[in-house]
């Protein structure tokens, strides 16, 4: 494997089409301002390295960068690349990972709008994130305590997991199909609408209007904060471990609450069931 460290490029394409390359300490920077600094590569490890400089790894297999960093000037850093490894990185510029397959990131900070589109095979662990459209029609996730602020994440996803994550995000898991969210906290209005196939375990879930539209939706000892108007046109088995504020024409299922602020039932189609198991006292 060839070696390099402690250099400075910044020529356009300036390691095109590498093969069995391992950087170190080296950054993509400088007046010449050049792109794709890694296109086309082939086992390509980069580690402890600055990226300044747009488009570096497109079209890459085998790909590891370890302890590196990509700022809001590295736009578009990963495309149409397979088999990535990214730890303890952060990367910073828009549109980071987009059309890429089989990617693990680890110990990584993301600030990055429209990250993640189009993907398949990611596995996140230990990783914060902001951005807008997060993981947008992407499929194959498998997320473990990860913290993400934005809005409109998730949408369109399919066969996901999620476990000891937060998210804090506006109309998140909009059409999603397949999807387990266990022993989280989800904030955000208007959560999860016309998604189908969707099963919360152990989750604490908070904001207005949640899990509406849905098909095939299943609650399994989660609590509901401020979440008022639920359930509207879904078809849902839920078991809730706190009251409610309010409950909305259910299409059909069950739904077990300790107590119901409202439930509005004025719709002839809606025949889900409200069943408190508690006095109720919250009226």
């Not at 401020?226 to 909305?248: H, Y």
């Not at 300790?258 to 198991?277: F, Q, R, S």
């Amino acid at each position: 494997m060839q070696i390099i460290s402690n250099q400075t490029f910044d020529e356009e394409r300036a390691l095109y089409g590498a093969e069995n390359l391992y950087v170190r300490q080296c950054r993509f920077d400088g007046p010449a301002d050049g792109e794709s600094a890694f296109k086309e590569g082939r086992n390509v490890t980069a580690e402890q390295c600055f990226f300044n400089l747009r488009y570096p790894f497109w079209h890459d297999d085998g790909l590891k960068i370890i302890d590196s960093e990509m700022t809001e000037l590295c736009r578009a850093a990963l495309w149409y690349s397979n088999d990535i490894t990214i730890t303890d990185s952060k990367l910073h510029g828009i549109k980071a990972l987009r059309e890429c397959s089989q990617a693990k990131l680890s110990g990584c900070s993301i600030i990055s709008p429209e990250f993640g589109w189009s993907v398949h095979g990611v596995e996140m662990n230990n990783c914060t994130a902001e951005s807008e459209y997060f993981m947008l029609r992407s499929a194959h996730l498998n997320f473990k305590n990860v913290q993400m602020k934005g809005k409109y994440s998730f949408q369109y996803i399919e066969n996901a997991v999620f476990d000891t994550c937060v998210f804090d995000t506006k109309d998140a898991f909009w059409h999603g199909k397949n999807i387990t969210v266990r022993n989280s906290v989800v904030k955000g209005e208007y959560l999860a609408w016309y998604s189908e196939n969707l099963t919360f375990e152990n989750c604490r879930i908070i904001g207005t209007q949640p899990l509406c539209y849905c098909k095939n939706l299943r609650l399994v000892n989660c609590e509901m904060v401020d979440t008022d108007l639920s359930f509207e046109r879904s078809e849902v088995e839920a078991t809730l471990t706190a009251p409610i504020a309010s409950i909305k024409n259910p299409l059909s299922g069950h739904i077990y609450v300790p107590c119901a602020g409202e439930v509005i039932m004025d719709l002839d189609e809606a025949k889900g069931e409200v069943i408190t198991t508690k006095k109720c006292v919250c009226a």
